[in-house]
């Protein structure tokens, strides 16, 4: 089990290619970079967000009935 070569790669490489397409290979890539792109910027963002008070925690109201379920009902589309 040594080290695959050049010519493994190449041929794996020929056979994606051949598989995708080079048109979805493009797409694949520019999204992929988009993505990266868009997490960078979430990062820095969130990293110079000034921290959440803990002491302003939601709570959830209680009723009185304890055998009530909150639910939202949706309709099929």
Request: aromatic share 6%; proline share 3%; no cysteine.
């Amino acid at each position: 089990m040594g080290s695959f070569s050049i010519w493994h790669w190449l041929i794996v490489l020929l056979i994606v290619v051949l598989v995708f397409g080079t048109k979805k290979l493009k797409n694949m890539g520019s999204d992929l970079g988009g993505a990266v792109k868009g997490f960078k910027d979430g990062v820095r963002d969130g990293s110079t967000a000034a921290p959440a008070d803990p002491t302003q925690q939601v709570t959830a109201n209680k009723s009185a009935d304890s055998n009530t379920v909150d639910v939202e009902a949706k309709q099929k589309s």
